[in-house]
T-cell receptor, first 114, second 111 residues
Framework: GAVVSQHPSRVICKSGTSVKIECRSL??????MFWYRQFPKKSLMLMAT?????????EQGVEKDKFLINHASLTLSTLTVTSAHPEDSSFYIC??????????FGPGTRLTVL | RKEVEQDPGPFNVPEGATVAFNCTYS??????FFWYRQDCRKEPKLLMS???SGNEDGRFTAQLNRASQYISLLIRDSKLSDSATYLC????????????FGQGTRLTINP
């Protein structure tokens, strides 16, 4: 299957700092990428849909100024958690959609905010 | 009502057993359906798509009942490596092609 990478895989930061997470589709171009968040023992929750060359579409309840998304190329989307707080600690996963509408997931980024 | 509902389990079954998972979805206009598998602290991986006619992939059989808005997954001759959380996933339609995830069913296969 298609390959999606995420970087970093794990990050620990102090409260108030900003953290950038990268999502790359390695062997295909993705006009649409998705960002999810998963808390322990909970389901994945879609945060936003990232569209190449345009503004991201955020799900209800997700603050766009808190979670900045940039999709500058067909193979790269970034999620920046601004002024992170302990309640933002979570597992952040991206996915990229192929032309056949299949979504492949990145390996995830585990964020811990102290 | 949740968009996608699953029995969270956990299911504990002996190796070699047959196990079945069920899932219901609330949006009758939903377009496509999937089962994903997620191992602990890992990303979800596509197990199989689910078609109205039912489909089989080795030991795995998936079925969809659109009238009842019900999806199932059957695992035959279970292996230790089948231990994971199984996620029922629905594309509710619309241009964005978003996916909605159930909370997952935790399965443990015991030797």
């Amino acid at each position: 299957g298609a390959v999606v990478s995420q970087h970093p895989s794990r990050v620990i930061c102090k409260s108030g700092t900003s953290v950038k997470i990268e999502c790359r589709s390695l062997d295909f171009q993705a006009t649409t990428m998705f960002w999810y968040r998963q808390f322990p023992k909970k389901s994945l929750m879609l945060m936003a849909t990232s569209n190449e060359g345009s503004k991201a579409t955020y799900e209800q309840g997700v603050e766009k100024d808190k979670f900045l998304i940039n999709h500058a190329s067909l193979t790269l989307s970034t999620l920046t958690v601004t002024s992170a707080h302990p309640e933002d600690s979570s597992f952040y996963i991206c996915s990229a959609r192929t032309v056949t509408d299949t979504q492949y997931f990145g390996p995830g980024t585990r964020l811990t905010v102290l | 009502r949740k968009e996608v509902e699953q029995d969270p389990g956990p299911f504990n079954v002996p190796e070699g057993a047959t196990v079945a998972f069920n899932c219901t979805y609330s949006n009758s206009a939903s377009q496509s359906f999937f089962w994903y598998r997620q191992d602990c602290r890992k990303e979800p991986k596509l197990l199989m798509s689910v078609y109205s006619s039912g489909n089989e992939d080795g030991r795995f059989t998936a079925q969809l009942n659109r009238a009842s808005q019900y999806i199932s997954l059957l695992i035959r001759d279970s292996k230790l490596s089948d231990s994971a959380t199984y996620l029922c996933v629905v594309n509710p339609g619309g241009g964005a092609q978003k996916l909605v995830f159930g909370q997952g069913t935790r399965l443990t296969i015991n030797p």
